[in-house]
């Protein structure tokens, strides 16, 4: 190891390969650690400077809980900044994938070329990594850990395989729960469907043919969106395509970085020079290409929603994108006009406020609606106080309290309600 950060704007990292070569950046996806891509670096280091790095509280990393991707990229830019690397190539998985994306669209003068694996353009709904922040947040992160390696590997990988299988599942117990949970939100926010367009640089969308979590079709969608990509399908892999198909997926991406590193632009910094080019005997796989223009876009300086359209957002970040739509969507010409005015007046005027964050904005409405009675709004609030960061020991408290200035009765009303979907709400799926 020749380096390591530990401080909170910057990453945990570690450089392999040697110095004077161009560096080549493995980003680790949700719950896994650099060691995911240990088989792919004693052939990339003949060619590259190897850079990989944790997330924050991953792999004994510092827990300092990153909420975004763009806060994620961020504090990847200035490790590299640190570690005085300008330009590089970058290949990520999953979370990593996302967080190349956004450097790709924010930062395309440091990318010289991008692979995007088991990656996709919007992960999911918001809704699910919200749950799983709740199921962490309530039960820690075993139920995870023992999921993990079927997520992650095919089932005949994960039997033959049972060392790799028990090091999957330890990776995740050990990760920092805050941390998880932090990445649970990152993901749930992101989204750059509409920008994928803007993506300037040769990109290879690789992806395991039996990946159950962004499969083919999400590495599709990269594909027909971004213009400059390719795809490759490796077969009997899933989403750790690196750690069940190692000497594939190094392959692919030997020849991928090796023929379409993007020379840089005059931007006034150091270039570090394009690795050589080793001969290939044929072409990396590759699907249909399709040419579509750069999304137009404006800085997000010049875009000002108005109370609408931030109530919007944060009433599906509360109270989740099902309720919602449904709430939405069972609006007529007598309801709609409530609709908008809840959206724009409760969400985008009061929720929105900073004055308050959002557990005690929670606690605050439950109260209220014990004191009101209103046990229908009981239950969406109760499930959206546990995605605001409430514990359900928290939220006890808060009934209890109620109980001596609402009335014992309200608050008995109050607790059915609440028990039962904390009971649905923080019970893993097996």
Same mark, same amino acid.
């Given at each position: 190891?020749?380096?390591?950060?530990?401080?909170? =704007?910057?990453?945990?990292?570690?450089?392999?390969?040697?110095?004077?070569?161009?560096?080549?950046?493995?980003? !680790?996806?949700?719950?896994?650690?650099?060691?995911?891509?240990?088989?792919?670096?004693?052939?990339?280091?003949?060619?590259?400077?190897?850079?990989?790095?944790?997330?924050?509280?991953?792999?004994?990393?510092?827990? /300092?809980?990153?909420?975004?991707?763009?806060?994620?990229?961020?504090?990847?830019?200035?490790?590299?900044?640190?570690?005085?690397?300008?330009?590089?190539?970058?290949?990520?998985?999953?979370?990593?994938?996302? %967080?190349?994306?956004?450097?790709?669209?924010?930062?395309?003068?440091?990318?010289?070329?991008?692979?995007?694996?088991?990656?996709?353009?919007?992960?999911?709904?918001?809704?699910?990594?919200?749950?799983?922040? &709740?199921?962490?947040?309530?039960?820690?992160?075993?139920?995870?850990?023992?999921?993990?390696?079927?997520?992650?590997?095919?089932?005949?990988?994960?039997?033959?395989?049972?060392?790799?299988? @028990?090091?999957?599942?330890?990776?995740?117990?050990?990760?920092?729960?805050?941390?998880?949970?932090?990445?649970?939100?990152?993901?749930?926010?992101?989204?750059?469907?509409?920008? +994928?367009?803007?993506?300037?640089?040769?990109?290879?969308?690789?992806?395991?043919?039996?990946?159950?979590?962004?499969?083919?079709?999400?590495?599709?969608?990269?594909?027909?969106?971004?213009?400059?990509?390719?795809?490759?399908?490796?077969?009997?892999?899933? /989403?750790?395509?690196?750690?069940?198909?190692?000497?594939?997926?190094?392959? +692919?991406?030997?020849?991928?970085?090796?023929?379409?590193?993007?020379?840089?632009?005059?931007?006034?910094? /150091?270039? %570090?020079?394009?690795? !050589?080019?080793?001969?290939?005997?044929?072409?990396?796989?590759?699907?249909?290409?399709?040419? %579509?223009?750069?999304?137009?876009?404006? !800085?997000?300086?010049?875009?000002?929603?108005?109370?609408?359209?931030?109530?919007? =957002? &944060?009433?599906?970040?509360? +109270?989740?994108?099902?309720?919602? @739509?449904?709430?939405?969507?069972?609006?007529?010409?007598?309801?709609?006009?409530?609709?908008?005015?809840?959206?724009?007046?409760?969400?985008?005027?009061?929720?929105?406020?900073?004055?308050?964050?959002?557990?005690?904005?929670?606690?605050?409405?439950?109260?209220?609606?014990?004191?009101?009675?209103?046990?229908?709004?009981?239950?969406?609030?109760?499930?959206?106080?546990?995605?605001?960061?409430?514990?359900?020991?928290?939220?006890?408290?808060?009934?209890?309290?109620?109980?001596?200035?609402?009335?014992?009765?309200?608050?008995?009303?109050?607790? =059915?309600?609440?028990?039962?979907?904390?009971?649905?709400?923080?019970?893993?799926?097996?």
């Amino acid at each position: 190891m020749q380096g390591v950060s530990e401080t909170p =704007k910057t990453l945990q990292y570690r450089f392999d390969g040697p110095e004077d070569a161009p560096v080549l950046i493995l980003a !680790p996806s949700l719950g896994t650690t650099w060691h995911m891509w240990d088989r792919q670096i004693p052939e990339l280091v003949e060619q590259w400077r190897v850079f990989r790095f944790d997330l924050p509280g991953h792999g004994g990393a510092p827990a /300092h809980p990153a909420g975004s991707v763009t806060e994620l990229a961020a504090r990847l830019l200035a490790t590299l900044d640190e570690a005085g690397v300008d330009r590089f190539g970058y290949a990520g998985c999953s979370l990593g994938g996302a %967080i190349g994306a956004e450097l790709a669209l924010r930062h395309p003068q440091r990318v010289a070329s991008l692979a995007l694996i088991a990656a996709s353009p919007r992960f999911g709904t918001a809704d699910e990594f919200r749950q799983r922040g &709740v199921i962490v947040r309530s039960n820690g992160l075993d139920p995870i850990a023992r999921t993990s390696p079927e997520r992650w590997f095919t089932t005949g990988f994960a039997a033959a395989q049972p060392a790799i299988t @028990d090091w999957a599942v330890q990776m995740v117990r050990t990760t920092d729960p805050g941390c998880y949970i932090a990445a649970c939100e990152a993901l749930a926010a992101f989204d750059v469907r509409a920008e +994928l367009g803007a993506i300037g640089v040769p990109t290879l969308v690789l992806v395991g043919s039996e990946d159950q979590v962004t499969g083919p079709a999400e590495a599709r969608t990269l594909v027909a969106g971004i213009p400059d990509a390719r795809l490759a399908v490796v077969p009997g892999a899933s /989403h750790l395509a690196p750690v069940e198909q190692p000497a594939a997926v190094t392959d +692919l991406l030997v020849r991928h970085f090796s023929s379409v590193w993007q020379a840089p632009q005059d931007t006034g910094r /150091h270039a %570090i020079p394009a690795p !050589p080019v080793k001969p290939v005997l044929s072409a990396p796989p590759a699907g249909p290409v399709a040419e %579509i223009a750069p999304a137009a876009h404006q !800085p997000e300086a010049a875009v000002r929603p108005d109370r609408y359209d931030t109530g919007l =957002k &944060v009433r599906r970040e509360v +109270l989740g994108d099902a309720h919602v @739509d449904d709430a939405l969507a069972t609006a007529d010409d007598f309801s709609g006009e409530f609709q908008e005015f809840i959206t724009r007046y409760a969400w985008g005027e009061i929720w929105a406020r900073p004055g308050l964050d959002r557990r005690m904005r929670s606690s605050v409405t439950l109260t209220a609606l014990v004191a009101g009675g209103h046990l229908d709004e009981m239950v969406f609030h109760t499930r959206a106080a546990l995605r605001n960061g409430l514990t359900a020991d928290e939220i006890r408290e808060v009934l209890l309290q109620t109980a001596v200035y609402c009335g014992v009765p309200a608050a008995n009303a109050a607790f =059915k309600v609440a028990q039962r979907v904390i009971r649905e709400e923080t019970t893993p799926q097996e």
